[in-house]
């Protein structure tokens, strides 16, 4: 064939109905080859999944993902309660420190016998609230020394005692739960062995 002629087109009807009868044509077993191989008619026929499962691992994600979620939120509420209770403490403590004065002021009244009828009524309230909220005391004549919550201001050595021990309180000590307020000022008596004559 010179370049010059055409080469001519050829049409091929595939149509399993004839248009002009209506009727089915016969299919030569070549052609449904071709028409079972066409890529459109492959996709149709892969497997499709299982819906039931890929439902359930929908389910399993939205679980899992639901638990997360929920214990996030646990933790977050158990935060939040304990930096709650943290900061009510230390409000708390920042009051009863502001407070240590007017106790020292009344300890020292008491002590001049100042501390009578109705001011010694309201001393013993404020004393007793500020203890109910969890004001502790510390620093008493007899105690053993304690340099990590004792102040030693004064030393003496005696024989009386067997080793160092708070003989005088100056100014009491405060601790408010486990938080120390403020040390006690005292004078220490430490063991001297007694000198033959």
């Known amino acids: 064939m010179s370049e010059n ?13 004839d248009p002009e009868t209506g009727q089915l044509r016969d299919v030569e077993p070549g052609e449904l ?3 079972t191989e066409s890529p459109g008619r492959h996709a149709a026929e892969e497997p499709v999944a299982d819906p039931a499962a890929e439902l359930k691992a929908q389910l399993d994600e939205r679980t899992a993902d639901l638990q997360r979620v929920q214990a996030e939120f646990a933790n977050y509420r158990k935060r939040v309660e304990r930096d709650r209770e943290v900061n009510a403490l ?3 403590g ?12 009344v300890e020292r009244a008491g002590a001049h016998g100042d501390l009578t009828g109705a001011f010694k009524s309201v001393s013993d309230k404020l004393v007793a609230v500020l203890q109910a909220t969890g004001l502790e005391s510390f620093g008493h004549e007899g105690e053993e020394f304690d340099p990590s919550v004792h102040e030693a201001v004064q030393h003496n050595t005696s024989a009386e005692v067997t080793g160092p021990t708070v003989t ?3 100014r009491r ?8 307020l403020r040390p006690a000022l005292v004078a220490v008596t430490d063991h001297e062995p007694a000198t033959a004559e």
């Open 5 to 17: 002629q055409e080469q001519p087109v050829v049409v091929n009807d595939r149509r399993r109905i």
């Open 33 to 35: 080859a071709e028409e």
């Open 168 to 170: 005088a309180v100056l």
């Open 94 to 105: 920042q009051v009863v420190n502001e407070l240590l004065g007017v106790l020292d002021d």
């Open 173 to 180: 000590g405060y601790r408010f739960g486990e938080r120390l």
């Open 90 to 92: 230390a409000a708390k």
